[in-house]
């Protein structure tokens, strides 16, 4: 059995998040639809986490078992031929056995955008949150100091969630304005709680707007109460950018 690690990125616009499901269209059945495809048999692919509905990756990371005697090439090139245009694989390898997407993950780190201009744009409207208006980004610097450090998430994790253990490590919280005039807000944590990510920026978008102020942010935390925080950012403006092992 050949143990294959690989790296796809994905526009999940019309997905319904990674992890397979009954009613309706995931990452994860598309890639081994198409494993199977090429390889003639069925795998089961494990990514290093799971994406919600609508959340983009750039480079997620994930690996499948086969006793496929094809070249990692063939399977590579296969692949892309037969996945539709908006997952593609942009490295596969042969790994050593002992090798697991999810459970050798050191870190992700996840980046949002946010278009903050007063006129609603149409292109690239999937890829970012729209806010027309203005936001502070030094207030939203001041709140974001708070999130660093190991904390009980609680506060922003998704409603209904059964994980008991919602003590994450945030490494990381970068924001700054790029050269399309993107707002991007980057997060590196250990690990994120459902919808961790978006609660978060939904919160510091209300502290941006002068609707809560930075010190705010350190009580929400400490409420470890899901009402506290603020609203839940859109998916579209999400994307995984890195998974470090």
């Given at each position: 059995?050949?143990?294959?690690?690989?790296?796809v990125e994905?526009?999940?616009?019309?997905?319904?998040?990674?992890?397979?499901?009954?009613?309706?269209?995931?990452?994860?059945?598309?890639?081994?639809?198409?494993?199977?495809?090429?390889?003639?048999?069925?795998?089961?692919?494990?990514?290093?986490?799971?994406?919600?509905?609508?959340?983009?990756?750039?480079?997620?990371?994930?690996?499948?078992?086969?006793?496929?005697?094809?070249?990692?090439?063939?399977?590579?090139?296969?692949?892309?031929?037969?996945?539709?245009?908006?997952?593609?694989?942009?490295?596969?390898?042969?790994?050593?056995?002992?090798?697991?997407?999810?459970?050798?993950?050191?870190?992700?780190?996840?980046?949002?955008?946010?278009?903050?201009?007063?006129?609603?744009?149409?292109?690239?409207?999937?890829?970012?949150?729209?806010?027309?208006?203005?936001?502070?980004?030094?207030?939203?610097?001041?709140?974001?100091?708070?999130?660093?450090?190991?904390?009980?998430?609680?506060?922003?994790?998704?409603?209904?969630?059964?994980?008991?253990?919602?003590?994450?490590?945030i490494i990381?919280?970068?924001?700054?304005?790029?050269?399309?005039?993107?707002?991007?807000?980057?997060?590196?944590?250990?690990?994120?709680?459902?919808?961790?990510?978006?609660?978060?920026?939904?919160?510091?978008?209300?502290?941006?707007?002068?609707?809560?102020?930075?010190?705010?942010?350190?009580?929400?935390?400490?409420?470890?109460?899901?009402?506290?925080?603020?609203?839940?950012?859109?998916?579209?403006?999400?994307?995984?950018?890195?998974?470090?092992?």
């Amino acid at each position: 059995m050949r143990n294959f690690k690989m790296i796809v990125e994905y526009d999940g616009t019309a997905y319904c998040g990674w992890q397979r499901q009954e009613n309706g269209l995931t990452i994860q059945q598309v890639l081994e639809e198409a494993i199977q495809l090429i390889t003639g048999e069925k795998a089961t692919v494990i990514g290093s986490g799971r994406t919600d509905a609508g959340v983009h990756a750039l480079n997620q990371v994930a690996h499948f078992k086969s006793n496929s005697r094809l070249p990692v090439n063939n399977i590579y090139r296969g692949m892309n031929s037969v996945l539709p245009p908006d997952i593609v694989v942009k490295e596969l390898e042969e790994v050593t056995d002992d090798f697991h997407a999810q459970h050798d993950v050191k870190s992700k780190v996840y980046v949002y955008k946010i278009c903050n201009q007063r006129l609603r744009p149409v292109l690239g409207r999937n890829y970012f949150w729209f806010i027309r208006f203005p936001l502070d980004l030094e207030v939203m610097r001041k709140a974001s100091r708070y999130l660093i450090g190991t904390h009980d998430f609680s506060c922003f994790c998704a409603t209904g969630t059964h994980v008991k253990d919602r003590v994450r490590t945030i490494i990381d919280l970068e924001i700054k304005t790029c050269d399309d005039e993107l707002i991007e807000i980057k997060l590196e944590a250990h690990g994120f709680l459902k919808y961790m990510v978006r609660n978060i920026i939904g919160t510091m978008a209300e502290v941006g707007r002068g609707k809560r102020k930075p010190e705010e942010m350190k009580v929400i935390i400490e409420s470890r109460n899901r009402k506290c925080a603020g609203v839940t950012a859109p998916a579209c403006g999400l994307f995984l950018k890195e998974v470090k092992y």
